[in-house]
């Protein structure tokens, strides 16, 4: 019994240390987690260069395994200590830390997807956490708000397009044609994602004078729906932004509640009336 | 006379059928409508790649043939079973639906225009109504309204643009000449959208230090004029959005100030106390 | 004497038909000017096509001649039957008009300038007075006004982008130098404004390490910086909205003002006091 | 003693010329600084330029020597006239002052510096001081206040574009390889930049098919999320352009309301009669 409780405060204490960042030992984890990550990643870009690859191949693999075994452990050791194991596995966080050490063990299957590792960049975010940017997080949070209050107009907007590239896709296959780049069908809606997106890459691009004429019509087209998911984030964000300015302000002297209109001349949750200043 | 009734009686059941879906069988046929129009979007795209044409090139046309006898008979039957036929058929979904079954028969006469059926996509918009995707629905329709609302402004904007495609397509023609890749005035108009949308496909490019210096005039100057649309659409959204939140509020039933918020207890005016609903 | 007042009677029955657009006559020249304008644009858009050129040679400068000649009589119509004459020389129109005639006149020394020509499709723009499109000319006046409203914001940005892409154009040409496509300086801020603007035509693009990695921080400034002008002209044309929106409400029954706000209570023109319907 | 009052009179009157321009002697100064900035950057700009360079080589090396050196006695003086020297040199116009002579000595090191030299461009700032144009300013300043209110969701919005670049660029790498132009995975994060901020050369472009599908992906991403910086800077210009308009007007000096609109002849919350000033 005894020794039960003793492992239940080693657990506490490595939770503590692990996902906590209050205690020193907790901020130390964290700064040789981020460092790691870094560190890791780096190694994995640089490694993909050639000329450095052919000379310090086996410095490459070895820190890649270091690094992989070491995360491999840290996840291991996450999964033990932390009390609601599934919620973990399954939160956002708990599957970017199994991606990030997945594509080294695959590699052994099929060479090359250890590149994929530097998905463990997403594990980064923590860092929010560690330095209290609290302010930053904030801030992220308003963008993601907004991106949410406006993921139904955007996922609207979206479907709109994927039907849009499909059909223009088709007329210009039938327009051009595989003698000037359009080879088939799905090539020509890449050829549409590109023009309306307008990055326009130009690795294929019309060449008769019909299909110049109809790739202006779509360029202008997408120059001019560019516009809506402009307008859709810029109306959540001004929302977002005069709510927060809005409702910081009088505070009922009488119910505490705050966010009353400059205008109101009684408090609306408890009907006091406000007195003049 | 019996015969007639029996008749209409089967008129209305497939009408129940056909074009609405909250029977079981209507929501069974609207199902297998959308299989079968993603079916043969596939069917058409697939058979455009080179390799897949040459192997299966006899599996392609018949089922190319089957689905759009398949429309054909369905556009027949809406025809048929609807009461007010021309309405339908100069409707929007009644042109998509026969847009969606004419490039097969064209086909025959012209090969190739087959693949324009992948317009039978647009005939996907159905299913919002199928799924009961209202709230998508209401969102459609607020991009919709504000697209209406400004599309007077739209228009000069794409008039100007128009005017001044060509009016910098036919200098640039002058500048740069057919040398470098300016041919003749309507495909400078053609490199003008290119680039004044900020598409910049690379195909054709000045090469004098005039024309560069035209080009990266035009450029800005595209990079300034983008902002006319967003703004216009932001502005249209913003004041539906405002619309939205402002005027389905409340009214006191004492003073009669109405725009309340939901979570007032007090009228902000003369402090009466609402009763909960 | 009878016959002076003869000659103003003419002229002013001229300007009636050249100037204005309520009488049939006036109507029908505008109409046949339109025309003629429509047709010198296309006619000169065409005669740039090569394979054309070859064949109607004789066709086109004839036809080009012929507008060019009739416009120089109605310029000179205009300005003898004008009485502010030069008023109207120095007005958008007058330019313009002389402009429309120039080029022709012109490519007898310097051959190849008759292209320019295209100029006279903005006398194009007399058409919304003619169709009395005083819909569109008032939206069209909305965003010549937000354009106006926020020029000095938009030239304070674009001298701003020109600063920037002088300095960013010399840093690009000491990193990649001529080797790599960057001839010289003026070549690098014409590739620094194909970057910044996000048009990225590629045919100059970095090929050095350093050179594509300060590349992706001019292409990522270049796609936050868009936002500046896009917010500009937003604001104004809201602003704009607004005003509209809120100055068309309440009229003071006392001394007839508009644009009372609705929370006012006493008329801020006369003082009236305002019964609460 | 009387020397050095003699000195620190000097002293003023050569801070009165070179800092300010209020003087005639001062404006002189200001306006001759002006041109040599332009003069010598245009000088460095033409020497690049590869015939002109061969030709008259020594005039410029000439040029760019006598304007480094005369630059170089101004700051000194700057330097020896201004009482806070560190204030001055670690100014912004301080660092560029000093930057602006910097490449040219740097040049008789590593030959082909000399053309950074061009960053004495930024110089030019000093012209709104000059021609007192202080409405430019006053916008410049709206706009460089909109930028430093939105700083910090934009650091927040770039660290994501940094992440996700990151990411891209090595899943695009594995997809395509090095056999594709993706030669390693510093290329694919500049591939990443170039796609996601919608410039598109076509340097790189993606040659599978798995390929072109993940980067239309990218593309459409790319485009959704412009709408973010776009959104932030909207919304900061119009609180701004918001606070500008409505808190800084009158108030009446009976009942002490506040924000009457500048024609307000009649307070509108009590009916008290204004004097006009």
Not at 197 to 215: E, K, W
């Amino acid at each position: 019994m005894i020794e039960f409780t003793e492992n239940e405060k080693l657990k506490r204490k490595f939770y503590k240390i692990i996902f906590e960042a209050d205690t020193p030992a907790g901020k130390l984890f964290d700064v040789v987690l981020i460092w790691s990550i870094l560190l890791s990643v780096v190694l994995v870009v640089v490694e993909s260069v050639h000329e450095y690859n052919e000379k310090y191949q086996v410095l490459f693999t070895a820190g890649e395994w270091f690094f992989t075994i070491m995360f491999t452990l840290e996840y291991m050791l996450r999964i033990y200590v932390i009390r609601r194991k599934t919620v973990y596995i399954f939160s956002f966080f708990g599957v970017v830390d199994l991606l990030a050490i997945l594509p080294t063990y695959i590699s052994l299957l099929f060479p090359g997807t250890q590149y994929l590792m530097v998905i463990r960049i997403l594990r980064l975010m923590r860092v929010f956490r560690v330095f209290k940017l609290s302010n930053y997080l904030a801030e992220a949070n308003i963008l993601r708000k907004a991106l949410l209050a406006s993921s139904r107009k955007i996922l609207v907007f979206l479907s709109s397009i994927a039907v849009l590239v499909v059909v223009i896709g088709a007329i210009m296959y039938v327009i051009e044609g595989p003698k000037y780049g359009f080879k088939d069908i799905p090539t020509s809606i890449y050829w549409a994602v590109v023009t309306l997106t307008t990055v326009g890459y130009g690795d294929i691009s019309p060449q008769t004078g019909v299909g110049q004429f109809f790739a202006s019509v779509v360029m202008v087209l997408g120059y001019a729906i560019i516009a809506v998911p402009t307008g859709i984030m810029t109306v959540e964000l001004s929302a977002l932004h005069r709510k927060k300015n809005t409702t910081t302000t009088r505070v009922c002297p009488e119910c505490m509640h705050e966010g009353h209109d400059d205008d109101a001349r009684y408090c609306k949750y408890c009907g006091h009336k406000f007195i003049k200043d």
